[in-house]
């Protein structure tokens, strides 16, 4: 595994999925960007760890596995990835067979200096909308409605 794919892993495993928070510091520059679907731009690592921040306190059992991944040119990182919500967070009308819920996404993250300086982010944010249990916001999608 390449040095810039194990700095994403560490994101996705250290900082998502155990909710190592601090480690955020070492994983990201300072001036991070995240760059949704929506075409919206979150800047730095603390609005990065409040929006992380309201995903676990909302599904704090949702969890991540990575299914591929390619590193690329000039330090970027191709991740495709499966968010895991547990059944306890779907609708009861959810149209998996055993309640939990698979979403897909793809991420590429350029990584320079051995941190992730920005973030490309598409994942089916409006299936998760449509599925996670009614009352639950932490998406906030889409985007227009916050």
């Given amino acids: 595994m390449k040095e810039n794919e ?3 892993n560490r994101f996705w495993d250290e900082v998502y999925n155990q909710g190592n928070f601090e480690a955020m510091d ?3 520059a300072p001036g991070y960007v995240l760059h949704d679907l929506a ?3 979150d800047r730095g690592v603390d609005r990065l760890r409040e929006i992380l921040s309201e995903v676990q306190a ?3 059992d949702t969890r991540i596995t990575i ?3 390619i590193s690329a040119e000039e330090g970027k990182v191709v991740t495709r990835f499966k968010i895991h919500v547990p059944a306890q967070d779907v609708a009861q ?3 998996s067979g ?3 819920l ?3 996404g793809i991420s590429i993250s350029r990584v320079s200096g051995g941190r992730i300086e920005e973030t490309w982010l598409l994942w089916e944010a409006l299936l998760a909308e449509q599925e996670i249990k009614p009352g639950t916001q932490f998406w906030r999608w889409p985007p227009w409605r916050w």
């Fill in 67 to 69: 299914e591929d991944q």
């Fill in 6 to 8: 194990k700095t994403v």
């Fill in 58 to 60: 909302a599904v704090p």
């Fill in 93 to 95: 009308e959810s149209s």
């Fill in 39 to 41: 075409d919206r731009k």
């Fill in 102 to 104: 698979e979403l897909n």
């Fill in 98 to 100: 055993d309640g939990q």
């Fill in 26 to 28: 070492d994983i990201f």
